[in-house]
């Protein structure tokens, strides 16, 4: 190791202390991003590929623009595999219809801060039905709206485009975002709370992201789903810009 290159000794200091927190870099792919008629092969590929979650994007067209998946898509999902699901609510209230997904231990949940006046309530309830509760911020709401609810998370989804479209520029000012909520949550001995990104996370982006702090990389149209590559070849490139 050269110590007299600061880069590389501030790389070399993160990844010491991921492993001692036990964080490790995984990959989500966004399965809104997938080719639905040949979903059965890109999930073998996942299979085959050590996918760690499978990223499924919830918009009800009110809190995003937009309509996506939907409960029975998650469901069917959680019967062809036995990757965990990382489910993303794009929803208003998101408490009332929790109950409507099939979920359960080792998959992710998470809701938006801005999308309920109840949001302890409904984290600590994916807590309760055995799921990792993971809290969603966009580019524009502050860390600081975590700090009272840093015991309810295990996770937070830090958006670094606008939620509701694939194929988005990066907001590069959620570089830094990253790196301060990475302080932000080590200096509230939160060390094991793990940072998923979300959009544009393009091969470049994602190294810079991983620089930065974060952990689970939601890979999308800017990587895994670029059309002409193997899905092989795509996730080692992943895994190579991240670790
Ligand atoms: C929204 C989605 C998108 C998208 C990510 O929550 O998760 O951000 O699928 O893929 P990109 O941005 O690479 O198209
Ligand atoms: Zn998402």
Known sequence: ????????LVKYIKTEINK????????????????FMNLEKCIRDFEKNGIEYIHVDIMDGHFVPNFTLGTDFCKALKKATNIPLDIHLMVENPEEKLGWFEFGEGDYVSVHYESTKHLQRVLSEIRKRGAKPMVAINPATPID????ILPDIDAVLLMTVNPGFAGQKLVEQCLEKITELRSFLDSHGCENVEIEVDGNV????????????ADIFIAGTSSIFKAGVSMDDSVAKLREAIK
Do not use: H, Y
């Open 145 to 148: 709206v975590l700090r009272w």
């Open 202 to 213: 393009s091969f470049e982006n994602a190294r810079r992201m991983s620089d930065a702090g």
């Open 1 to 8: 190791m050269d110590f007299c290159n600061t880069d590389k």
């Open 20 to 35: 001692m927190a036990e964080r490790k870099k995984q990959i989500s792919p966004s399965i809104m991003c997938a080719d």
